[in-house]
Structure formats: C-alpha cells, structure tokens
C-alpha cells in the first residue's frame, strides 16, 4: 500500500485513521492505492493493535409487543451509520427488553458491553435518565458515553422557546408539565419556560406547574384539574408527546376545544402526534441531527483518548412542527 501510493506506512496508517495528520495530496494518492488494490481495513486487527474496536452502540428502549418505537429507528439507522462509516466506525443498535426493570436492563448491557468491547455508546431517550445504565458504562472499563440531549448548553433553550412561541399567541396561562429522563434537561427546560413567563409579567409559572415528572396517570388527574376550574391555563406545553395526547384527550372530556380553548405544544415529536384530533404542534431539536452529533461525539472523544467528549457541542437549531394545536389566546380568559 505504502509502496503504490509513493509515501511512508505512518502516512497509510495516518489516512486510514482519518488523522487530520497528513496533506491533500498524499491523502489523495493513499485512496487512490485504496481504490486500485481493493484495500478494505480490518477491525479486528485494528483492535489487537490496541486501536479499540471502532464500534459504536447505540441503546434504546424495545417496544412492548404491537407498539411502534418511540423514536425513528430508521433514520437513526440510516444517518448513523452513513456518519460512522465515513470516519471508519460501525454502529450496532441493541434494544432492552420492554417493562424491564433498570437493575436487569443494566445487567443486560454489562453482557452486551462485555461481548462486543465498543468505544462508546449511546443511550437512546427515555434510557439516558437511567442512572443504573450510566453506571454500568463507567465500570470496569470507562466506555465514553453520550445521549442525544446536548440542550443544557444550547444557546436555545427548548422550554423557553416554546414559552415564547405561546406568548406571541397572546397567551399568559400557560402551563408547563415535565416528563421521564434526564432530570437535569427537565429542570433546564423548566427554567427557561418560568423565565420567558416572568419576563411577561405572567405568574402562570407558579401555579400551572408539574415538575415532578409526573407518570401518564398522573397527567391525566393533573390535567382535569387544571382544567376544570374558571381560572385555567390557555395554553400547555409538555416534555413529552404521551402526555401531550394525554392532555388532549381531558381537554376533549370536558368540552374544551382545541386550539380554540386550548393550545398545546410539545418538546418531543411523535408520529401519534400526526394522527390525533387535532395534529399536536412540537418544538423539538430533530433526533437523527441529534444522533449524528452524538456519535461524532463519541469518535471525536476517542481520538482524544478521554472517556467523555471533550469535543463542543454545537446542538442543531430548533425545528417547530406547526400543527392544528396552536390558535390565539381565547379573549374570555
């Protein structure tokens, strides 16, 4: 290889490697060697030179039987592994076992980690606010790690935004209910929708609040509670879709209208969201932008020998899915 292309074995390696390390031209007549031998790398012996397995993993919550998945898995796949390729990586998708418990899912991960030695791995939401697989990838091997949630140093702050967005309608009773996962990313998101409210003059922020997570049964007492009363908020944003559609299904018991009674907007995008009656409008970060962004992370982190990214995060803009769910503030109220 060294010999056809006319440069040193470090320089073949260097290209290989995708080392940033080595000059157009040689590049260029390395692939061009490349091209003419049919030379294709071997992972294997990459590994036993002590060049890590070049594999990534990516983890997401299995469906129940009969369900969909919760998040594209066929553009995950798709951008991925287009992504992993082009830098010399292959990624796998492992699912847990659906209602499993976090002790036997972490458990289950130790045995896949063990068997498959990645460089990094992914944790797909809702997986990414399990504390018990956060710590299985940091023992007895420091396997660098990242989710798909970069929001706690975006400059855009989801809840925020979309708070905004509300009150540009007219709308001051706005409420706000957090979801599963990373508690960080919900109490980032919560500060900025309290924020944008204050900023109004709105005290909404203190009244039409669950920041408890609250589980799917939960939402929907908090929802006819907030809704029954004269004094009720106008307008709701959730965290996710499940209690978006939860929300709407209250608001369709007690006669209330929406978007004309009620507007609601969500920070996760969903395809039940298309179906119900009407469309529910989402203010999201698009996940295969997101996932890309992670698993470049993730080699970034391991050209830099480190076990978490040290690589900026620079999180794709947010991406608002206007849908029939979003009206101007009723005047009544």
Known sequence: MAKAAAVSRQTVSRVINYSP??????????EQA????????????????????????????????GENPALPLDQLLLSGTAACGARGYRLLFEPTAP?????????QLAATLGAVQPD?????????????????LEMPRRIARETLRSDVEAPVNPGEAAAETLLGLGHRQVGFITGPGDPDRSRHWLGGYRRALA??????????????????TAVLDLAHSWLMPTIRPTAIITECADAALAVLYIAGTLKLRVPRDLSLITLEDHPALIRSQPPIAA????TATQFVAACERLIAARGAGTAHSAAPRTPPGLALIERSSLARAPRTI
Request: net charge positive; charged share 20%; no cysteine.
């Open 199 to 216: 900023q109004k003059g709105s005290r909404a922020h203190r009244y039409f609040v669950a920041d408890n997570r609250p589980d799917l």
């Open 21 to 30: 390390r080595v000059s157009a031209e040689a590049k260029e007549r390395v």
């Open 283 to 286: 203010l999201h970060e698009p």
């Open 99 to 107: 209602d499993i418990a976090p002790a036997e899912a972490a458990a």
């Open 34 to 65: 490349i091209a003419q031998l049919g030379y294709v790398p071997s992972l294997a012996a990459r590994s036993m030179a002590g060049g890590g397995s070049r594999i990534l993993l990516a983890v997401f919550a299995g469906p129940a039987p």
């Open 120 to 136: 990094g791995a992914i944790l797909l939401p809702p997986l990414d606010g399990v504390a018990e697989l956060r710590a299985v």
